[in-house]
Structures are given as C-alpha cells and as structure tokens.
Nanobody, 124 residues
Framework: QVRLVESGGGLVQAGDSLRLSCALS????????MGWFRQAPGKEREFVAT????????RYADSVKGRFTISRDNAKNTVSLQMISQKPEDTDMYYC?????????????????WGQGTQVTVTS
C-alpha cells in the first residue's frame, strides 16, 4: 500500500525559507506524478505545485511561482518543496499527493494518494 509522509513544516518569519519533504513507501516514486497542495481550515484545498515522472515538467500556482521550487529524487523515493521568501499568507497545512500518471494536474481529486500533512506557519 502506498503511503506518503510529509515532514519539514514549522514556524518561520516572513522572508525566511523552509524545505518540505515527502517520502513515499509501498511503491516506486517514479511511477507517480507528484503534487503539493495546501489547505486552511474551512477553505478548499489549493494547488501549489506538481512535478512529472522525470522531473522535467513542473507547474506552480501563481501565488508561489518564483518563490517555491518542487523537486524529486526518484532514487530516494522523495519529493521536496523548497520555499523561500515566505509570506504570512503561505501559512497552511501542506499536503503531498501522488498520481499514477506521467504528469500531474491542479485538481486535487485526480490524485490517488495523500499524506497526512505538515503545518507551515509564517509570522509577519
């Protein structure tokens, strides 16, 4: 059974950097497009970034483009989200997701597996 576990969340100040990591077990990461989403209480889950099997195709939400970078290491079965120049509005629970497809999409319901989430809090 595929399992995703996020880590790396924490409390930072605006302008600081944080790196999230997601480890996949029970499968091979290279078989999945990967995505990062975030969600605040009472709001819809929002797309953040996605990366294809090979890592050559990446997409970002407009709100994070230029500040966040998604990457993957298929040999280690991990995907990361490097976040720089963080803003208070980046405060959310961040979720890692896997889709059995060569490339990912922005729609959360298209993903097959989800992690439990890791909290990111950015103070002003």
């Amino acid at each position: 059974q595929v399992r995703l576990v996020e880590s790396g969340g924490g409390l930072v100040q605006a302008g600081d950097s944080l790196r999230l990591s997601c480890a996949l077990s029970g499968g091979t990461l290279s078989s999945y497009a990967m995505g990062w989403f975030r969600q605040a209480p009472g709001k819809e889950r929002e797309f953040v970034a996605t990366i294809s099997w090979s890592g050559t195709m990446k997409r970002y939400a407009d709100s994070v483009k230029g500040r966040f970078t998604i990457s993957r290491d298929n040999a280690k079965n991990t995907v990361s989200l490097q976040m720089i120049s963080q803003k208070p509005e980046d405060t959310d629970m961040y979720y890692c997701a896997a889709e059995n497809h060569p490339y990912g999409v922005e729609e959360s319901y298209e993903y097959d597996y989800w992690g439990q989430g890791t909290q990111v809090t950015v103070t002003s």
